[in-house]
């Protein structure tokens, strides 16, 4: 088996430039920025907008992504696509850059019975040299892995994990019941507001979109909890769980987040997709910025 994946590993931005092309460069920066921080890089996620990135992007950003962290955090790079045969494409091919694993999340548009989604996640598994983390986040795809799939496909010696992003404590409470007995399979929470939670109750990282704002708050929450203080971890979450609240309340929350790590002088540039930040807007992520930009001492 691999090394098991810890702690937070961020759900990298995308930086575009003036042109609206990947910028590489801007994207090492951001790697940088995390591995200072100890975190692990996720990419090609929701936060990094893979829905509006096309292949020949989305193997640029893994590779430089992996180029840059060099071994020293560990590179999950999301491979999920509508199509089994597509998923597996793009996965072969991430898998020869060097990942530590891929991530899948659940087809979109056609909604797909549980012995369908196994049947996928058992294909894209068998085929890709990688370890797989399935991908749960049905309000945006409209299919949910229910927790006793995910126990199944536990069983499968490349499936290690699953990613949750349901955004509910039910949901990743459900997952970590389903697979409390199954050794080498991971939980990964995904909203940012249940990092910690999650740590108490046996997940092993969590992947955070707050963490391209707040790489060092968040990266608190876990190395408190690794260290055994609970106390520090849990005063970390809730000033990660106030920066979320102030924040997703502006907008779609990967929008706000790359909009607020631009604030914050961080060259991203803008969301392909078509959002239009009001003068409004723009003056409550200022003022979030503003009031999280310094982390406390935990």
């Not at 937070?8 to 003036?18: E, K, Q, S």
């Not at 955090?73 to 996965?91: C, F, K, Q, W």
Request: charged letters at 20%; glycine letters at 8%; hydrophobic letters at 45%.
């Amino acid at each position: 088996m691999p090394a098991r994946i810890q702690g937070v590993l961020t759900a990298i931005v995308t930086p575009f430039d003036a042109a609206g092309a990947v910028c590489p460069d801007r994207l090492r920066r951001q790697v940088r920025r995390q591995m200072q921080f100890g975190n692990g890089i996720f990419c090609n996620g929701t936060n990094g907008e893979f829905f509006v990135l096309n292949t020949e992007e989305k193997l640029r950003v893994t590779q430089t992504c992996v180029d840059e962290a060099a071994g020293k955090v560990p590179v999950v790079a999301h491979i999920g696509e509508n199509s089994t045969a597509t998923t597996i494409r793009l996965g072969q091919d991430v898998a020869a850059m060097g990942v530590d694993a891929v991530s899948v999340i659940t087809p979109s548009f056609v909604p797909l019975r549980q012995h369908e989604l196994i049947y996928h996640y058992t294909a894209i598994a068998d085929a890709v040299p990688v370890p797989v983390f399935l991908y749960n986040i049905p309000a945006r795809t409209g299919n949910t892995i229910e927790p006793a799939t995910a126990a199944a496909l536990a069983r499968h010696p490349n499936i290690v994990g699953i990613k949750d992003s349901a955004g509910s404590y039910e949901s990743l409470k459900g997952f970590l019941d389903a697979v409390r007995d199954i050794p080498d399979f991971d939980v990964l929470s995904g909203p940012d507001h249940l990092a910690h939670q999650g740590f108490l109750e046996g997940c092993s990282a969590c992947i955070s979109g707050l963490a391209n704002v707040c790489p060092e708050g968040v990266s608190l929450i876990w190395k408190h909890f690794r260290d055994g203080d609970v106390a520090k971890s849990k005063a970390a979450q809730d000033f990660i769980s106030g920066l979320r609240k102030d924040l997703y309340a502006v907008c779609f929350a990967p929008a706000a987040v790359k909009k607020a790590t631009a604030l914050l002088g961080e060259d991203v540039g803008d969301s392909r997709y078509p959002i239009l930040f009001s003068e409004q807007d723009l003056a409550t992520i200022r003022e979030v910025v503003a009031k999280y930009g310094n982390v406390p001492a935990f």
